[in-house]
Nanobody
Framework: QVQLVESGGGLVQPGGSLRLSCAASGRTFSSYAMGWFRQAPGKEREFVAAISRGGVSTYYANSVKGRFTITKDNAKNTVYLQMNSLKPEDTAVYYC????????????????????WGQGTQVTVSS
C-alpha cells in the first residue's frame, strides 16, 4: 500500500508558475507508476500527466503539453508537477495517483487504472 500527500497548490496569476509535490509513504515507491489528475467544479476528474515507475516514460494531456512537466524522484519518494504559463482554465483541485506495476516503461492515463489517490491540492489561476 502507499499513501499520497499533495502540496504546493495556491493562487497564481495567469502566466505564472507553480510546482506541485506528491509525497508517498512506503518502501516500494519505485514500483509505482504515477499520475496527476485535476477536477474543476462541476466537471469530471481529468487526466493531466503520467510517468512510468522509473521516470523514463511520460505522457501528457494535450491541454497541458509543453507547459507542464512531470518528474519522479524515487530516492525522495516524491513525484512533481511543474506547471508553467498557467491559464485560468487550469484552475482545479489537483490529485496525484499511484499504481503498482512490474512494467518499467508503462504509463497509466485513465483514473480507473489507479488504486491509490491523494487528498488533492487547490490550484487557482486568477488575476
Amino acid at each position: 500500500q502507499v499513501q499520497l500527500v499533495e502540496s504546493g497548490g495556491g493562487l497564481v496569476q495567469p502566466g505564472g508558475s507553480l510546482r506541485l509535490s506528491c509525497a508517498a509513504s512506503g518502501r516500494t515507491f519505485s514500483s509505482y507508476a504515477m499520475g496527476w489528475f485535476r477536477q474543476a467544479p462541476g466537471k469530471e476528474r481529468e487526466f493531466v500527466a503520467a510517468i512510468s515507475r522509473g521516470g523514463v516514460s511520460t505522457y501528457y494531456a494535450n491541454s497541458v503539453k509543453g507547459r507542464f512537466t512531470i518528474t519522479k524522484d524515487n530516492a525522495k519518494n516524491t513525484v512533481y508537477l511543474q506547471m508553467n504559463s498557467l491559464k485560468p482554465e487550469d484552475t482545479a483541485v489537483y490529485y496525484c495517483a499511484a499504481e503498482y506495476t512490474e512494467r518499467s516503461y508503462f504509463v497509466f492515463t485513465t483514473k480507473g487504472e489507479y488504486d491509490y489517490w491523494g487528498q488533492g491540492t487547490q490550484v487557482t489561476v486568477s488575476s
